[in-house]
């Protein structure tokens, strides 16, 4: 079996969240918005995973509406706000996910001015400069990552939130990488909409939420049907909501051993890391999350790196699984400041619930022979 | 429970099951489909053999299917993304009323963003015409939507013969053929339209799953509907969920497999299930049976209240319309399009038949809503019909135990156990109160006979209407028996609210219960003078 060191791409499903999942996987399965009794007990199971996955964030249960994923509650969190509030700008961070960098940047064909807010080299928000942005002219959205998915950077959103608000603005949080890996609470961070991830916390693919305040204004992304009060048509997929429920509770649950498990490991690996010639950690000196270790070796290229590992059995990625495969380098690190060659040799490590110190040392020594062998 | 609405939604299918399992469960079979490392690469194959499953169905290429969360979104898609990437906003569309909402509601959004919609009416079958389309084009026409089998009635539009006209006239054509897929062959190698939208759950697939067919030749372009990191060839980015990509493309290869044995084993269901229906008398099939999936008949019944005659049904999982617009009770719009009355489409069953329907579960489902419909007709104080009786206490009984729709315990009770059904025959001191009419859908009719005292010795009750109204009828009538209505204060709303625990949505029916009793106390008070 390979070593999986990606989890910030996915996860494996829990034992136990399949087994929570099994019985809308078997039982009478019905579509939740007929009335008669198989609809009702599948409307029963999404309202009490509603409950759960409020418990994970802090945040009301009437708050939460079901996505396909991460994604969707980015689209529809950004999409929806524009289309219904006119006016204003959007800002978003520099080192978003694309999710929220490209729902954002669509909007300027909505006839929407759209601006990124510039990182330092850590990849923490630039505050002068979030500052002069806000004060310029109107801003309607800010759009802000936790934590980011490459570098595991984790931003102070609740200062961001206090000064989006000041401005008149609404707070939106990507707290996909976030959810299960750190504390998270939707009304201490002060947001007003927040994009939540089934798939990242050892739930099923394919399921996602938004969390929002009433207050805010938001038109739907899919039109039809009356489900989720209108926001979100289309047939619940109950299956899933049930997984993401179960494994929300478990997150709930075993947050605080999951992080300081996987701080441990990322802590070991990242002292080795340094010990290799040429070696760049990414966000080194900041608060991260505690499972994600991103660096690059000078030299070396990532996407060489990342198959020579996967050869050997180590899963691992060069930066977000959606833009790999591409050819471009992270964005998140050329907005760090990074120059392009070094932003090409990054490799991401994101660790798991499943992953060991064993996991650690053969990798790192697998590391030293590949980079070793590189040199000669 | 009988199992009847698999328009709705069908049982996933424990083969395609067992093709997801080891998605969820297997060490290597959670990687993300768009990783470059070995787990990622082990699911993007299953995805792409997913991907070639779902196109032989429909004759299509691989390459052409773009996976969504479902129908809904592939309808999205479709209309917003072919208008969007044409910079056609201002431009005309053109579509019809039958439509599923996802599709009615996209178009109602392109509304007020500029775009013309032409919402064409079917005939009285239900069927939209090649002809009235045509003649609804303009010259700036850029899409036309519309679905291949409607979901409430199983008609079948002509879009096969449409396809070759609308592709020589330059206008793209996008089919909803959710209810088809599987139910009746299609060749999109054949037929030249440019947009299909799929569903996975109404074919034995999971939920939360569907496609939309993109045609590749010529290309039909579409702006993305969701942004981000570029998957589905741009059209649709979002981490692909392998184990309901995987049960889609096992689904659909089922399908495959049987699906012309399978149409014409539930055509004959479906047409026993019509024949025995139809021992009732005053009862109208909705949609044109020749041409109709197989797997839908759609029924209204005349002299019955739509939502007392499915709280009737407990033990029948069927539909009143869509899903989707069956939470809100309105009467179908699909129905009322075919010229249906508000009262008639109100009173109407969508029975959508499966792979697991039996012969057996036909019959005796046909006889569940025949004795139901016997029951509620008799019940009517207007219902003039042959199955009316002047007493009927011996048929106010029904399989009521389960409370699905969750009424108030004693609404339940009452309207499950009636026994102060009927008429008295007639005399000088038999009086009757009536309030309400067809019309409203709610009508009550209250008479007693009184002792020369002004005691009620016998109390009947007759309703047309919703299970609340027959409860109140049977409660008033109860309540009356053995009183002396010279010094008895009639119930008010309030009261009959309180002892049926009736709530807001529902307090219409405790007020017609004060007005016939109010009605009646006063005829009993007249004919003691």
Request: net charge neutral; glycine share 10%.
């Amino acid at each position: 079996m390979p070593v999986y060191f990606d989890h910030n791409a996915t996860t494996r499903l829990d034992p136990r969240v399949l087994e929570a999942m099994m019985p809308y996987l078997t039982g009478p399965y019905a579509n939740p918005s007929s009335l008669h009794r198989f609809g009702r007990s599948a409307r029963d199971a999404i309202e009490r995973a509603r409950q759960q996955l409020a418990d994970l964030v802090g945040c009301q249960p009437q708050q939460v509406t079901w996505t396909s994923g991460g994604t969707e509650a980015n689209n529809l969190a950004l999409k929806g706000v524009a289309d219904a509030q006119p006016g204003g700008r959007v800002l978003y961070g520099a080192t978003e996910h694309p999710a929220v960098m490209e729902a954002a940047e669509s909007l300027r064909s909505r006839g929407r001015a759209v601006e990124a807010i510039a990182v330092d080299h850590q990849g923490l928000l630039d505050w002068p400069a979030f500052a002069a942005q806000l004060a310029s002219s109107p801003v309607r959205l800010v759009a802000l990552m936790r934590a980011n998915n490459e570098t595991g950077v984790i931003q102070d959103v609740t200062r961001a939130a206090q000064m989006a608000h000041e401005a008149g603005a609404l707070m939106h949080v990507d707290a996909v990488q976030a959810a299960g890996k750190i504390p998270l609470d939707f009304s201490a961070l002060g947001a007003d909409l927040m994009s939540l991830s089934s798939h990242k916390l050892y739930g099923p693919k394919g399921i996602g939420a938004l969390v929002k305040r009433a207050e805010v204004d938001l038109s739907p992304l899919h039109h039809g049907g009356a489900q989720e009060r209108g926001l979100r048509g289309g047939t619940e997929n109950v299956a899933a909501i049930v997984g993401f429920g179960a494994a929300a509770a478990l997150a709930v649950s075993e947050l605080a051993m999951r992080a300081e498990c996987a701080s441990q490991l990322r802590d070991r690996l990242e002292r080795a890391v340094q010990q290799l010639p040429g070696a760049t950690i990414f966000g080194a000196g900041v608060e991260r999350l505690p499972n994600t270790l991103q660096f690059g070796l000078a030299g070396y290229e990532g996407e060489a790196l990342l198959m020579q590992l996967d050869r050997r059995g180590f899963g691992v990625s060069s930066g977000s699984a959606c833009a790999s495969g591409k050819g471009e380098p992270s964005h998140v690190l050329l907005a760090m400041g990074y120059p392009r060659d070094v932003a090409y040799s990054a490799i991401r490590v994101s660790l798991g619930r499943d992953n060991t110190v064993d996991d650690i040392d053969r990798f790192v020594a697998v590391l030293r022979e590949l980079v070793a062998a590189g040199k000669s | 429970m009988i199992y009847l609405d698999h328009a709705a939604t069908t049982p996933l299918d424990a083969q395609v099951r067992a093709a997801m399992l080891p998605w969820l469960d297997d060490v290597d079979g959670y990687g993300n489909p768009a990783s470059d490392h070995r787990l990622g690469r082990r699911a993007r194959a299953a995805v792409e053999s997913a991907r070639a499953q779902v196109a032989a169905l429909i004759g299509a290429e691989a390459g052409e299917i773009v996976w969504t969360s479902g129908a809904t979104e592939a309808n999205n898609l479709a209309l917003k993304g072919a208008l969007e990437f044409r910079g056609l906003k201002g431009a005309h569309v053109v579509s019809s009323r039958i439509e599923h909402k996802a599709v009615l509601d996209t178009c109602r959004y392109l509304e007020t963003q500029g775009t013309r919609v032409t919402y064409l009416t079917p005939d009285a079958d239900g069927r939209i015409a090649v002809e009235q389309v045509m003649s609804a084009l303009q010259p700036d026409t850029a899409l036309v939507s519309l679905m291949w089998v409607n979901n409430e009635t199983g008609v079948i539009n002509p879009v096969v013969e449409l396809a070759p006209l609308l592709r020589a006239r330059g206008v793209l054509f996008h089919v909803d053929a959710v209810q088809a897929a599987g139910k009746l062959a299609i060749d999109l190698s054949q037929v030249p339209i440019d947009l299909l939208s799929l569903s996975a759950h109404k074919l034995y697939g999971p939920k939360g799953v569907g496609a939309l067919f993109v045609r590749k030749r010529p290309r039909a372009r579409l702006a993305p509907q969701i942004h981000g990191g570029g998957h589905e060839q741009g059209m649709r980015s979002g981490t692909l969920a392998t184990h309901q990509i995987v049960g889609m493309g096992a689904a659909f290869a089922l399908a495959q497999s049987q699906v012309d044995a399978e149409a014409a084993r539930q055509h004959r269901l479906r047409e026993r299930l019509w024949q025995r229906l139809q021992r009732l008398a005053q009862i109208h099939r909705n949609g044109d049976a020749a041409h109709c999936a197989p797997h839908i008949l759609n029924v209204s019944f005349e002299g019955v209240e739509g939502e007392a005659l499915r709280a009737s049904l407990p033990e029948l999982a069927v539909s009143s319309g869509s899903a989707c617009s069956s939470a809100t009770r309105e009467p179908s719009y699909v129905l009322r399009a075919l010229g249906r009355d508000d009262e008639l489409a109100g009173a109407s069953l969508r029975l959508s038949l499966g792979r697991s329907t039996s012969a057996e579960q036909v019959d005796c489902a046909a006889d569940q809503i025949i004795a139901a419909v016997h029951r509620l007709r008799a019940l009517s104080p207007t219902w003039g019909g042959s199955s009316v009786a002047t007493d009927v206490e011996t048929t106010t009984a029904f399989a009521g135990d389960d409370n699905v729709y969750m009424y108030p315990a004693p609404v339940w009770a009452a309207f499950g156990a009636v026994r102060h059904a009927g008429t008295l025959p007639a005399a000088d001191n038999v009086v009757c109160s009536q309030v309400g009419s067809p019309a409203a859908r709610a009508q009550l009719e209250l008479s007693a006979r009184c002792t020369p005292e002004g005691v009620v010795e016998a109390a009947r009750f007759r309703a047309y209407g919703c299970p609340t109204s027959i409860a109140v009828g049977e409660w008033l009538a109860g309540r009356i028996e053995g009183c002396s209505t010279a010094v008895a204060i009639p119930p008010t709303a309030a009261d009959i609210r309180a002892a049926l625990e009736i709530g807001e949505d529902k307090a219409h029916c405790a007020l017609m219960g004060e007005d016939v009793l109010r009605a009646l106390f006063d005829q009993i008070h007249r004919i003691r003078r």
